[in-house]
């Protein structure tokens, strides 16, 4: 893959989404929130829930932006790594995803019904390709 850690300014938005009060901190247990997104599954015997629980034990209540980093690539590297490696096939050579592309690997396989579809596509311009962030805001807030 071409990503062997995440992308720092990808990590950054995150974050900063994260940072409420803009005390450069955000709050340990929001990165449940942010492992589902991703749909990170922890080890056997644990929930997400614990998981932070037992992230926040060791780093407290609060964490800065290198804390967030490095939990993040210490856990999410691999799952990441293969959504990039997703976007890769539909990349059109320029960090660009072709919509109609990805419409028709979507209903290809039954994943999303049409009326899903337009859910999941509400509020983007059908009509020029996606960004690769743009994908990935868009698949984290499906």
């Known amino acids: 893959g071409r990503f062997v850690m995440l992308n720092a300014t990808d990590l950054r938005v995150v974050f900063e989404k994260y940072d409420e009060d803009f005390d450069g901190k955000m709050n340990t247990s929001d990165l449940v929130q942010i492992f589902k997104a991703v749909n990170y599954i922890p080890n056997e015997g644990q929930t997400l829930d614990t998981f932070v629980r037992s992230i926040a034990s060791t780093v407290g209540n609060k964490i800065d ?36 592309e990805l419409t028709d690997v979507l ?36």
């Open 65 to 100: 932006f290198v804390q967030f980093s490095d939990i993040m690539n210490q856990h999410l590297t691999e799952d990441l790594s293969q959504t990039v490696n997703c976007l890769d096939m539909f990349d059109q050579g320029n960090g660009h995803i072709s919509i109609q």
């Open 107 to 142: 209903t290809r396989g039954e994943l999303l019904t049409e009326e899903e579809l337009e859910q999941f596509f509400m509020g983007v311009d059908k009509e020029s390709p996606l960004s690769v962030p743009a994908f990935m805001d868009l698949i984290t807030n499906a």
